[in-house]
C-alpha cells in the first residue's frame, strides 16, 4: 500500500483508505506545517492544552516572522493607558471597518478587535517584550526608543469621522526592525515545550481518507548534511534586501533541486488535524502572474516582502482539495514617502498628469493607489526649495532613518530618472506628461492650498503646501524604477469558516481535518494591510485553528467507540 502512495509522489493528495492500516513515519494530534508567526502560536496553544505537535517547516523556521517589524496592532493594553491613551476595542473595530471592509464577516472583526489586547498579552506571557515609549508624529516605522505608534491612516481626516484616532501598533522592544526579537521569544518558549520540530522538511502533499478527511500530510524530508547548505539559500535573500529578486528567484529554483534530489519522502500522520501556516505566495511567480499581472511583470525592479518560504504550499494543497480563497487578488504595496518629511508637501501625479492619492497617507494606501495607475507609473512633482528641505532632513533624522529611509530617498533622486526644469510645461515634456493637463492639476492644487482644504484627496494641513513658481523637480516613483524601492507582499489565501478557522469550499462546506493560519489564508488584512495586523491576525488565527483542534479532539475522545 505505501508503494502505492510513493507513485503519488508530488501530486498535492494522496488516497488512502484507512489511516489506521496505513504505515506512517511519524504521528501526532496536530502537525503544523509552516513555523513562522501564525504556525508556532497554533503550536504553542495546543501543547499547552495538552495535545500532541509536530510543526513543520521547509526552513529554520520564523518565516517573514522573523524579519518583520515586530509591530502587533491592538487596542485597550496597558501600554497605551500608561500612555495615557484613550482607546478600546469598540473605537478599534470603528476604524478596522473601514480598512477591513466585508473581507471577514462582521463578527468575527469584532472578535478579532475584542480579543487584541488578550492576544498581546499572551504574547507578553510567551515571553515577547513590547516597549512603551509613544511616538506622535507620522512615521512608517517609529525612530529608535519609540514603541507605540500610529500604524496606519488612524489620523486621516476620513477616517477620524468615525473613529477617534489612537496609536495601536505596538512595536516589540529592541532596535531596528524587531520581529526577530518576537519570534525569538516565542521560539525559545516553544523549544522548552513538547512541541517536536521538523526543519527543512517540505510537505508536498495532504494525505486523505476514504470518507475525505485530512489525516496526515507527506514531506520531503532533507538529511541534517544538508540542513546548512539549503538554509543558505534562504539566508542570502532576507526580505527587505534591495535589487535582490532576479538573484533570488535563482536561489529559490536551486532550494527545488536540492529538496527533490536530496528529501526523503516521509508520512506523517495527523490525529485531529493538519493546520496550514505556510505564510504568502510572494515568491510563488505562477501565481503572482495569476493574481497581480502588474507586480509580476515589475517584480525584478520591486523588493518581495517575503522569504523564499512564502511559496503558496497552502493555497496550492487546499485548492486541491475543493478550498475557495480569498483576496488573492489583493496584495500589500508598501511606498515610503517619508522620512524625510519634506517630501509629503509635494504632489503625486500618474502619467496623464492627474493627481491621484493624499500624499500622506500610510505607505502601503500609497503603494496600492501607484500600482492602480496605468502601467503603475507616477511622479513625485515638489519644488527645488522642498527637495532642498528634505536633504537637510535626511542628514539630520539621525543614522538608523537614514539608512533605512533617507539614502533611499536620496539615491532615487540621484538615480532614479529625477526630472529638473524651470517650470512645469517643460517638466510635464521631460516626463512625458500633457503639459497643460500638469498645469491644470498644479492649479487646482494651489487653489486648495490657498482655501486650506484639500476637496479631492483630505491631505493633512500640516503638508499641504504650495509647489512655488519654480524651480521643480519630479522624482520618479513608478514600479518599473528599482530605485523608487516599492516593496510588495500578497494578502490572500484560503477561505475559512471564520468561527473555527477550518478550510471550507466555495459552498460553505469545510474539509474535515483542515485549518489553516496567518498570511496563507483570507483574513482580516486580505483587503488592506496596516502595520501590525497580519502579526495580530497570525497570533488570532493560529489560536483560533489550535483551539477549533482541541475540542474536536475532545468530542472525538467523548465520541462512542
Ligand atoms: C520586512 C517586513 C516587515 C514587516 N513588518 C510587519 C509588522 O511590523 N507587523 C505586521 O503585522 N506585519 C509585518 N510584516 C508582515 C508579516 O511579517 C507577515 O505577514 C507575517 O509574519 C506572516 O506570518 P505567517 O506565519 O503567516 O508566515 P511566515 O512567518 O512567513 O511563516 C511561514 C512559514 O512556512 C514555511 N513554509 C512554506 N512552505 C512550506 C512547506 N511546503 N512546508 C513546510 N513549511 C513551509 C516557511 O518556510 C515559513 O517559515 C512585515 C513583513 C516584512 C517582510
Not at 524 to 553: H, N
Amino acid at each position: 500500500m505505501r508503494d502505492e502512495m510513493i507513485s503519488q509522489d508530488g501530486q498535492p493528495v494522496i488516497s488512502i483508505e484507512n489511516a489506521d492500516m496505513f504505515q506512517w513515519d511519524d504521528a501526532a494530534d496536530v502537525v503544523v506545517v509552516g513555523y513562522g508567526g501564525a504556525g508556532i502560536c497554533a503550536a504553542l496553544e495546543l501543547v499547552e492544552n495538552g495535545a500532541s505537535v509536530i510543526a513543520i517547516d521547509r526552513f529554520n523556521g520564523g518565516g517573514a516572522t522573523a524579519f518583520s517589524g515586530g509591530v502587533v496592532y491592538a487596542a485597550g493594553t496597558d501600554i497605551q493607558r500608561q500612555n495615557g491613551v484613550e482607546d478600546d476595542p469598540d473605537n478599534m473595530l470603528k476604524y478596522l471597518r473601514l480598512e477591513v471592509g466585508d473581507v471577514v464577516q462582521p463578527e468575527t472583526l469584532k472578535r478579532f478587535c475584542d480579543q487584541s489586547a488578550g492576544n498581546l498579552q499572551w504574547l507578553q506571557s510567551h515571553g515577547v517584550v513590547f516597549g512603551t515609549k509613544l511616538y506622535t508624529g507620522k512615521t512608517t516605522y517609529p525612530p529608535e526608543g519609540y514603541f507605540l505608534q500610529y500604524s496606519g491612516n488612524e489620523k486621516v481626516e476620513a477616517y477620524c469621522r468615525d473613529a477617534k484616532p489612537a496609536p495601536r501598533g505596538h512595536r516589540t522592544l529592541g532596535r531596528g526592525f524587531t520581529g526577530n526579537k518576537l519570534y525569538r521569544a516565542l521560539r525559545e518558549t516553544a523549544d522548552r515545550s513538547a512541541i517536536r520540530k521538523k526543519l527543512h522538511t517540505i510537505v508536498q502533499s495532504l494525505v486523505v481518507d476514504g470518507d475525505g478527511r485530512v489525516v496526515g500530510v507527506a514531506a520531503l524530508e532533507l538529511p541534517a548534511a544538508k540542513h546548512a547548505e539549503h538554509q543558505k539559500y534562504y539566508d542570502k535573500f532576507p526580505p527587505t534586501a534591495p535589487f535582490k529578486e532576479s538573484k533570488a528567484e535563482t536561489a529559490s529554483k536551486a532550494a527545488r533541486v536540492m529538496e527533490r534530489e536530496h528529501g526523503q519522502l516521509r508520512y506523517i500522520r495527523a490525529k485531529t488535524g493538519v493546520i496550514l501556516s505556510t505564510g504568502g505566495f510572494v515568491f510563488n511567480l505562477d501565481m503572482l502572474g495569476q493574481h497581480a499581472p502588474m507586480l509580476s511583470k515589475h517584480y525584478k525592479t520591486m523588493m518581495r516582502l517575503g522569504t523564499l518560504g512564502d511559496d503558496g504550499t497552502a493555497v496550492q494543497l487546499g485548492t486541491a482539495l475543493g478550498a475557495d480563497t480569498v483576496g488573492m487578488d489583493a496584495m500589500f504595496v508598501g511606498r515610503v514617502q517619508s522620512p524625510p518629511a519634506a517630501l509629503l508637501d509635494g504632489i503625486l501625479v500618474n502619467q496623464t498628469g492627474d493627481r491621484f492619492a493624499n500624499e500622506a497617507v500610510y505607505v502601503g494606501t500609497l503603494g496600492r493607489a501607484i500600482a492602480a495607475q496605468p502601467e503603475g507609473k507616477a511622479w513625485l512633482i515638489m519644488s527645488t526649495k522642498d527637495i532642498r528641505k528634505a536633504m537637510r532632513q535626511v542628514a539630520t533624522d539621525g543614522l538608523d532613518a537614514f539608512m533605512r529611509f533617507g539614502a533611499p530617498a536620496m539615491l532615487n533622486l540621484m538615480l532614479g530618472g529625477t526630472k529638473r526644469a524651470r517650470d512645469l510645461d517643460v517638466l510635464a515634456e521631460k516626463c512625458g506628461i500633457n503639459p497643460n493637463r500638469l498645469r491644470q492639476t498644479v492649479r487646482r492644487y494651489e487653489d486648495m492650498v490657498r482655501n486650506r482644504h484639500d476637496d479631492d484627496f483630505s491631505k493633512l494641513k500640516d503638508h499641504l503646501k504650495s509647489l512655488g513658481n519654480g524651480p521643480y523637480v519630479a522624482m520618479n516613483v513608478s514600479l518599473a524604477n528599482r530605485y523608487s524601492f516599492i516593496t510588495f507582499h500578497t494578502l490572500g489565501g484560503l477561505a475559512l469558516e471564520e468561527a473555527t478557522g477550518a478550510v471550507r469550499r466555495a459552498d460553505g462546506s469545510t474539509i474535515a481535518g483542515l485549518y489553516a493560519a496567518g498570511r496563507a489564508t483570507g483574513s482580516i488584512p486580505s483587503r488592506t494591510y496596516i502595520s501590525g495586523l497580519s502579526l495580530a491576525d497570525c497570533v488570532f488565527t493560529g489560536r483560533r485553528a489550535a483551539q477549533s483542534c482541541l475540542r474536536e479532539a475532545e468530542q472525538d475522545a467523548l465520541a462512542p467507540a
